[in-house]
């Protein structure tokens, strides 16, 4: 055989090759895409039926105790859960009691049968979650400390869908285990939970703050509880903020203070306008500007002329949303400071009042205070 010959059979070999892969994937996906089509099928079946039983729990349809194994089955069991609400939750939660559909699911999430145990589990997980059935909360928390991250976040969440507040407490002991993306999925829960949960995050806080290295855990549990946003919070976070050392734990408690704080937030956060750290002033502006108490107002106006360049910013932009916060920045524009009047402007251009101006020169209408916010801004000085 020669060379011409050894060619032809290798390309033609390869050319067989290539042929059986393309028609084995067509087939692989062909049989794919009928699975599916009865799966499909069959889910909406059992809807039919489930619905019927949830509407009519007098009603005689017959649904085959083997179905429990129809993933099927399972599907239309949290469709139909994550659509109904009051008492029709309670007759599907007979269903899955009756069916021992909880019971399933938490022999796979103990399986240790090798093939596949990966995937049964977290699918058991997630089956678990969505159908937010309270008898399955003990074996939820159970598997918290599971050693696959995605099963513990599945947990959470479940426990989270049914507001299981027993719970609360396991999710946030775990906090300090965490890695920070499973870390911020629970936080993700707690937040459902709303003010169920702030108690527990505040004692969280109060008892591991400044004892974690770098206190990762405690800073995600006082954004959970700016989020919340519960005011009755807010002293004991201000009394915790005047405790901690860590600037990092200062900086997420005045975040949080923005949003939970109230007028009461207003004279500690002044306070914190002089602390050495910039990043603490900067963050200090921000929330009193959040709280948007005018009080603020003078203490903002020396923001204006601040060493640092984001606390200058900062100050201005909350001044700009204060009740005569807009007068303070048309003033700062004659201040001797460069920065401050720079500062100043920007903010009135960011808030829309740099437009006005220019709307009401248009017109006829514009002020004395338009015309030196126009002059400043084209010619970069004051009109006279």
């Known amino acids: 055989m020669n060379g011409t010959q050894i060619a032809l059979l290798a390309v033609g070999i390869v050319f067989t090759v290539d042929a059986v892969l393309l028609l084995g994937l067509i087939t692989l996906k062909a049989v794919h895409r009928q699975r599916m089509e009865s799966h499909d099928r069959r889910r909406s079946a059992f809807l039919g039926v489930l619905s019927r039983r949830v509407s009519f729990p007098l009603h005689t349809d017959y649904i085959d105790p083997k179905v429990v194994n129809d993933g099927a089955f399972l599907d239309a069991v949290i469709d139909l859960r994550n659509t109904m609400a009051g008492p029709e939750i309670e007759t599907l939660a007979g269903i899955i009691d009756r069916y021992g559909l909880v019971k399933q699911q938490a022999a796979r999430l103990r399986s240790r049968f090798p093939l596949?145990?990966?995937?049964?589990?977290?699918?058991?997980?997630?089956?678990?979650?969505?159908?937010?059935?309270?008898?399955?909360?003990?074996?939820?928390?159970?598997?918290?400390?599971?050693?696959?991250?995605?099963?513990?976040?599945?947990?959470?969440?479940?426990?989270?869908?049914?507001?299981?507040?027993?719970?609360?407490?396991?999710?946030?002991?775990?906090?300090?285990?965490?890695?920070?993306?499973?870390?911020?999925?629970?936080?993700?829960?707690?937040v459902g939970f709303g003010a169920g949960a702030v108690w527990s995050l505040l004692a969280y806080v109060r008892v591991n703050h400044d004892h974690d290295?770098?206190?990762?855990?405690?800073?995600?549990?006082?954004?959970?509880?700016?989020?919340?946003?519960?005011?009755?919070?807010?002293?004991?976070?201000?009394?915790?903020?005047?405790?901690?050392?860590?600037?990092?734990?200062?900086?997420?408690?005045?975040?949080?203070?923005?949003?939970?704080?109230?007028?009461?937030?207003?004279?500690?956060?002044?306070?914190?306008?002089?602390?050495?750290?910039?990043?603490?002033?900067?963050?200090?502006?921000?929330?009193?500007?959040?709280?948007?108490?005018?009080?603020a107002n003078d203490a903002l106006r020396r923001g204006l002329e601040d060493a640092n360049w984001w606390v200058r910013r900062s100050s201005?932009?909350?001044?700009?949303?204060?009740?005569?916060?807009?007068?303070?920045?048309?003033?700062?524009?004659?201040s001797g400071d460069l920065f401050a009047r720079d500062a100043a402007a920007e903010a009135l251009a960011d808030c829309g009042e740099l437009g006005r101006a220019r709307e009401r020169e248009e017109q006829g209408q514009a002020t004395d205070a338009d015309r030196q916010l126009l002059g400043f801004m084209t010619e970069g000085a004051l009109v006279p």
Not at 149 to 171: F, K, N, S, Y
Request: hydrophobic share 45%.
């Open 116 to 190: 596949g145990r990966r995937l049964r589990r977290l699918r058991a997980a997630v089956v678990l979650a969505e159908m937010g059935d309270e008898s399955s909360a003990p074996v939820l928390i159970e598997f918290l400390d599971d050693r696959e991250p995605e099963v513990r976040i599945q947990c959470a969440r479940g426990l989270g869908r049914m507001h299981h507040t027993p719970a609360i407490d396991a999710i946030i002991e775990r906090f300090g285990q965490e890695s920070p993306w499973v870390r911020s999925r629970f936080a993700d829960t707690l």
């Open 213 to 295: 290295e770098g206190n990762e855990a405690v800073i995600e549990a006082i954004r959970i509880l700016g989020i919340i946003g519960e005011r009755d919070v807010g002293p004991a976070l201000i009394d915790l903020l005047h405790r901690f050392r860590d600037p990092e734990l200062k900086i997420a408690a005045i975040d949080a203070l923005g949003y939970i704080g109230g007028p009461m937030a207003v004279t500690p956060l002044i306070g914190f306008l002089d602390a050495d750290d910039w990043r603490i002033r900067n963050k200090a502006a921000h929330s009193l500007g959040e709280i948007g108490d005018p009080l």
């Open 316 to 334: 201005a932009a909350a001044l700009a949303g204060l009740s005569e916060g807009l007068e303070v920045l048309h003033q700062a524009l004659h």
